[in-house]
């Protein structure tokens, strides 16, 4: 390996981790919404169709990008719940 594959690795499994972290984040919303006290569900909405688009494009392209997928997949589960909590 390179050194540029190395970094590009390196980068991409930083970013799947940062992006999991970040959809896991929406756990204090989903429970401030289930104690009474909802916030908008419009972000967490936009942020699962995001999420659900990125998942789509990175199984349905030829060579399937499966870090890309799994980075997103998170934000399909967290953003659909906080949504429905905010209801």
């Known amino acids: ?3 540029e594959s190395d970094f ?4 991409s499994w930083t970013a799947t981790i940062m992006s999991v972290m970040m959809y896991v984040s929406y756990i204090p919303q989903i429970m401030d919404n289930l104690s009474g006290h909802p916030s908008s569900p419009i972000q967490p909405l936009v942020a699962a169709i995001n999420c659900t688009l990125w998942v789509t494009y ?6 399937r990008d499966l870090p ?8 399909i589960i967290f ?8 209801l």
């Open 8 to 11: 590009i690795k390196k980068l």
């Open 79 to 86: 953003g659909l719940i906080a949504f429905w909590t905010a």
């Open 58 to 63: 990175g199984i349905a392209k030829k060579n």
């Open 68 to 75: 890309l997928a799994a980075a997103n997949f998170p934000g």
């Open 1 to 3: 390996m390179t050194n």
